[in-house]
């Protein structure tokens, strides 16, 4: 199978990639990761990991009432809950003044933390070693903390407990990867248990790849999935996903928008789980019914459930049963359930390239054009502080409009009359882009500034080049910069396989996830 390295940055994210790594199962698992923290965010853990120096946090063989328990009114750290076995390489802390975890809050002090002395350097050699060490990387996921939205009508769960909320979260991105996981199947092969498999890549390209160039997704699941059962299950289907990205739009009618969604262990007759082809052709008859429906979809389906690890949180109400079946009657003993009372669920998840996502860029670029961008802006002088230039900040604004210009159709037929929308001329442009720093090829630290017209150099480094006038690489450079790599990989690598590419979606939902292409040669992120 091929690999996926995650980095996990921030408390939350690592709370998320605790409950992940726990949902995977295998008592001996390593996973392929990178957790950056806070010096002192480990807990009892060693930063040194758990594979060579003794067992995890958790014993994974042995889980009694009184720890489970436990752990459902006091955790602190992320590292309480986990079981699985962390290399040398996956953790590490972040050694500096910021021993507060709501001080490190922002871009600037992560921005310094990773420049200042070798904290970058270590980081990316950290990374380098787990692809090194990966036989075909197919991409990476990145987990960050952000803000979030709703979750189900059948889970009661308090956004001030990380150890409850994180689980969410943790399941329905377990979800969501499950297609990288599956083996893909020939046109003969029987699909009795699992179908739908997808790499990175090609996610990436149904999310991103069609008719526009979106790169926000909107992430969505219902846990637990409903049952198959029922008079009206093709109308209710799809209105029990709930989005976990914030401030998005409901019964949005976008012709263009695309989605993946996976349905893991669905319940059909008699609480039995459904087959592969009850499933597709209920999700089939669910879009026949919806009032608004995407231009692309595709499906993938496994007939496991996904099971609860111990521990788990008591976020399930007391409606939901031992396999994750809706009860007729609430349980009275108790309000809420965790893995020792539901051992599994079937689950739907969805990620979905859609207009409804508008307002959540919206309410960023207008915050970010209010308050930072506009004269006398009141976070102007943070965004200078965080070390933003006021053109740096116009280009951050300006990718944030072109955004919005992708998902809006208005601007397909009267931009003039969207006042949200920033209008650049090529005047602009070119101040932009003649005062912007670019990555310097030799050193790879963003310092690359313009010198004079046509002259290129780098602060770190003292290396000169020469470029365009008003940019570092113009347009027919970098044609014939790609023509010349590719003839040349024709030439001395017949044999091998595609050329590299790097793709980048973005979900936004308590979490930021991002997936790239295998094969690395950059990571930017927008």
């Keep these: 199978m091929k690999e996926i390295v995650t980095l996990q940055a921030g408390g939350f ?11 995977q199962g295998v008592p001996t698992y390593t996973p392929q990761l990178l957790s950056v923290d806070l010096q002192g965010s480990l807990g009892s853990m060693s930063s040194s990991g758990t594979v060579y120096n003794g067992g995890s946090s958790v014993p994974s063989s042995v889980m009694t009432w009184d720890i489970v328990e436990q752990l459902e009114n006091d955790v602190q ?38 420049s200042g002395g070798l904290h970058g350097e270590e980081m990316s050699d950290r990374l380098r070693f787990f692809i090194e060490e990966s036989d075909h990387i197919q991409g990476f996921q990145f987990i960050v903390d952000d803000s979030g939205g709703k979750a189900s009508r059948l889970l009661c769960i308090k956004d001030e407990k990380p150890y409850h909320c994180s689980a969410v979260y943790a399941a ?34 149904i999310l991103s790849g069609q008719a526009r160039q979106n790169m926000v997704a909107i992430l969505d699941a219902a846990m637990p999935a409903p049952s198959l059962t029922g008079n009206q299950v093709e ?52 879009y026949e019914h919806a009032i ?85 802006g009141p976070g102007a002088e943070l965004l200078r502080s965080w070390g933003f230039a006021k053109d740096e900040s116009e280009d951050m604004g300006e990718t944030l409009s072109k955004m919005i210009m992708e998902l809006n159709p208005r601007t397909q037929t009267s931009s003039d009359s969207d006042l949200l929308l920033v209008s650049v ?24 500034k313009r010198k004079a017209v046509g002259i290129w150099g780098c602060k770190d480094c003292d290396k000169v080049k020469a470029g365009g006038a008003y940019t570092l690489n113009t347009a027919a450079a970098v044609t014939v910069r790609s023509t010349i790599r590719r003839l040349r990989e024709q ?26 292409n295998s094969h690395v040669c950059c990571i930017d992120t927008v």
């Design 13 to 23: 994210a690592n709370f998320v990639g605790s409950h992940f790594w726990n949902f």
């Design 77 to 114: 750290y992320w590292t309480d809950y986990s079981k699985a076995h962390y290399h040398p390489q996956s953790l590490y802390e972040l050694s500096g003044p910021w021993i507060d975890a709501h001080k490190f809050d922002n871009y600037g002090i992560g921005r310094d933390s990773f």
């Design 172 to 205: 329905t991105l377990d979800s969501v990867s499950m297609p990288f996981r599956m083996e893909p199947l020939g046109p003969s092969a029987d699909s009795t248990y699992a179908s739908g498999a997808l790499t990175v890549n090609e996610v990436v390209q």
């Design 235 to 286: 109308q209710t289907f799809l209105r029990n996903l709930q989005p976990l990205t914030p401030e998005v739009l409901e019964h949005v009618e976008d012709l263009q928008s695309v989605e993946s969604m996976i349905v893991l262990g669905a319940l059909g007759t008699g609480g039995q789980q459904a087959s592969i082809n009850e499933v597709k052709s209920m999700v089939h008859a669910a």
């Design 292 to 376: 608004t429906r995407p231009i692309f979809s595709h499906l993938s389906v496994a007939q496991c459930p996904l099971p609860m690890p111990l521990p788990f949180p008591s976020i399930f109400r007391n409606r939901v049963g031992q396999h994750g079946e809706l009860l007729g009657t609430p349980v009275i003993d108790s309000s809420s359930r965790g893995s020792f009372d539901v051992h599994s669920i079937p689950i739907a998840a969805r990620l979905r390239s859609s207009s409804a996502v508008l307002p959540f860029l919206e309410n960023r670029w207008g915050d970010l054009r209010k308050f930072g961008i506009a004269r006398g």
């Design 425 to 448: 001329t090529q005047t602009k442009k070119m101040d932009v882009s003649q005062h912007s720093k670019y990555s310097c090829e030799f050193c790879a630290k963003f310092a690359v």
């Design 491 to 516: 030439t001395e690598y017949t044999h091998t396989s595609h050329p590299l590419q790097l793709y980048i979606p973005v979900s936004k939902n308590r979490v930021l996830v991002l997936v790239l």
